[in-house]
């Protein structure tokens, strides 16, 4: 439905004019998508307020997927900042998309509804210091948006350290991605490394996967 309701957008079919998505098919998709999309800092945006399109008996693009019943996954949903891969390549990929990139201690988690708040320890090492200012880092705390009733494996336990990368929005620290800073840990080692040296906008897949194998 998503791939449907952006192709009836920017892509319409045309007949005597465009035919536009109907607004039951933006309404399915925006409930699908936009808590995501806050999850990570991003508002639903103003141009694709459901209210412009014409309602489903007009002459419009219909949900073909939408009205059906989903089936149940075999296992919750990972919350989408903990759901990454634990690979080189797509932790600098990460990195370079952040804001910031913070090595820390956590010291406490509190939910409040369908929020989490990470309240990270004195302790911590900014690898990536992006917009943030002192007052940030002195007493970091990072919301993870959307993350009240799916799992985090990483949350599971405390101890030890993590890298965190997050986005600042509206004053308050995102939470985009969380791992577990394992000291001895060839693909953390290998993507905080390749931060440092070379910077993002000449970060390639292809320039990562030769720099390994050298």
Same mark, same amino acid.
């Given at each position: 439905?998503?791939?449907?309701?952006?192709?009836?957008?920017?892509?319409?079919?045309? +007949?005597?004019?465009?035919?536009?998505?109907?607004?039951?098919?933006?309404?399915?998709?925006?409930?699908?998508?936009?808590?995501?999309?806050?999850?990570?800092?991003?508002?639903?945006?103003? $141009?694709?307020?459901?209210? #412009?399109? =014409?309602? &489903?008996?007009?002459?419009?693009?219909?949900?073909?997927?939408?009205?059906?019943?989903?089936?149940?996954?075999? @296992?919750?949903?990972?919350? =989408? #900042?903990?759901?990454?891969?634990?690979?080189?390549?797509?932790? $600098?990929?990460? $990195?370079?998309?952040? &804001?910031?990139?913070? /090595?820390?201690?956590? /010291?406490? *988690? *509190? #939910?409040?509804?369908?929020?989490?708040?990470?309240?990270?320890?004195? /302790?911590?090492?900014? +690898?990536?210091?992006?917009?943030?200012?002192?007052?940030?880092?002195?007493?970091? @705390?990072?919301?993870?948006?959307?993350? %009240?009733?799916?799992?985090?494996? #990483?949350?599971?336990? +405390? %101890?030890?350290?993590?890298? @965190?990368? %997050?986005?600042?929005?509206?004053?308050?620290?995102?939470?985009?991605?969380?791992?577990?800073?394992?000291?001895?840990?060839?693909?953390?080692?290998?993507?905080?490394?390749?931060?440092?040296?070379?910077?993002?906008?000449?970060?390639? =897949?292809?320039?990562?996967?030769?720099?390994?194998?050298?």
């Amino acid at each position: 439905d998503t791939q449907l309701f952006l192709c009836a957008l920017f892509a319409p079919v045309c +007949l005597e004019r465009p035919v536009p998505p109907c607004r039951s098919l933006c309404e399915v998709v925006r409930d699908a998508c936009a808590p995501v999309m806050e999850a990570y800092g991003f508002p639903w945006p103003d $141009m694709l307020h459901c209210a #412009q399109f =014409p309602p &489903d008996h007009g002459l419009c693009i219909a949900v073909h997927f939408g009205h059906g019943q989903a089936t149940a996954p075999p @296992v919750p949903r990972l919350c =989408p #900042q903990c759901e990454v891969e634990h690979k080189a390549d797509g932790m $600098m990929e990460q $990195m370079c998309s952040s &804001d910031f990139v913070v /090595k820390l201690r956590i /010291k406490e *988690v *509190v #939910q409040e509804g369908a929020e989490r708040r990470l309240v990270a320890a004195p /302790k911590k090492k900014v +690898l990536k210091l992006g917009p943030l200012q002192r007052k940030d880092t002195r007493r970091m @705390v990072l919301h993870m948006r959307n993350a %009240g009733a799916c799992p985090c494996p #990483q949350l599971d336990h +405390l %101890g030890g350290s993590f890298l @965190v990368l %997050g986005r600042k929005a509206g004053g308050r620290l995102l939470l985009l991605a969380i791992y577990r800073w394992q000291k001895r840990d060839p693909e953390v080692k290998f993507a905080v490394k390749f931060m440092f040296s070379y910077p993002c906008p000449l970060y390639h =897949p292809l320039l990562l996967h030769s720099a390994q194998h050298r």
